[in-house]
């Protein structure tokens, strides 16, 4: 079984703004109105004009602090995963591939891929929270400190260049909003497990007349396992194979036939090996010959029905998952134009995931025809049932 842990460190940004703005203003009331010029058109190639990146004429949707609140929802990835212009991505919903990342959830807008949706935080860029791609791991974010989420789902590389081509999720954090409050979630399927719990807390004040602010939020969130096997749609493996029947395009008979309780004897959560054109396992019964009719022979065959387990079923739609993540910030207006700001987070993420297991036995197929790992007669591990079978086949 192959477990994984993930974390994430705090990262913390000093950052001083400056600004000074001069408008320079000219009575010309007495200069006769007929002497006065019509200006042409002006382009501005650079100003120091502040103006939000999102004031342009691309489409912005906005999800605003109570919508989140009212989603029932435990994890951003889950709420997101609700909007028109997301696509599948890594999540609450979708771990089954996601061996690399384990209990990470990333954005995948217009379905053009994970890693080309750009993720901010109060319009700046964030660290990757994955270890083969720029994605941002949403789980690494406190969801008690978001006020909106504001996602642009066209045109913005022209903005913030090709990393968002598909788009933008831009989180803004809560801001100037003095005192305390505390909020908690719970939810189960309607099958009784996959349960999801949460809680969060959030506070600020101010101090100086309300030039300095001090803003901070935790989260802890938890969700159990949901297996392949857990449900019925999922829990039999099928597959298709030519039909042997099929004599042309015109017989009327189908090319394929379907195949249901498929089990799949290489692999297998048991120790398996395959000798003497006999798949066998090695079970808490000792050693057991795997049973059902043969669908495909040799070291990488299939049966249907039998005592072989099903592969899906030990394998996670949804993995385990416990969230710790805290966000704070503290700004003071120097001046009206001079602003000193701090921001620090922590996240941490654990989550257990199982890769499939596999057989490595097959001599003409694995290290170009060297085959797997070998084991001699004598290893005092060696079950004697399968040295005293591999003895009698040698």
Sequence with gaps: MRKAFASEESIVAISIRLSTNTVNAQDNSGTNSNDEAVAGEIVVTGSQIARAALDVADPVVSVSRDAIDQSGQVSLDEILSEMPQMGIGFGASNTFFNYDDPGAAFANLRSLGTNRSLVLVNGRRRVSGSRSSSAVDLNSLAPGMIERVEIISGGASAIYGADAVSGVINLITRKDKPGFRISGKTGISENGDAATRSVNAFGGTTFPGGRGKINAGVNYSTRKALMFGDRKFSDRQMTSQANTA??????????????????????????????????????????????????????????????????????????????????????????????????????????????????????????????????KFDNPYLPSQLADMAHGMA
């Design 246 to 375: 099929n004599t042309g395009p015109n017989d009327g008979i189908s090319d394929l036939k379907t195949w249901d309780d498929v089990r799949v004897s290489y692999i297998t959560p048991d120790a398996s090996v395959y000798m003497g054109g006999q798949h066998h396992m090695w079970t808490a019964n000792g050693l057991e010959t795997v049973t059902g009719q043969l669908l495909t022979g040799g070291a990488f065959g299939h049966n249907q029905g039998g005592n072989a387990p099903h592969w899906y079923s030990y394998l996670s739609v949804s993995s385990p998952l416990d969230v710790y993540s805290g966000q704070a910030d503290i700004s003071f207006d120097i001046t009206p134009n001079i602003r000193v700001f701090a921001e620090g987070e922590y996240s941490r993420t654990a989550s257990d995931t199982l890769k499939q297991y596999y057989r490595f036995d097959n001599r003409s197929f694995y290290f170009a025809g060297n085959g797997g790992p070998k084991i």
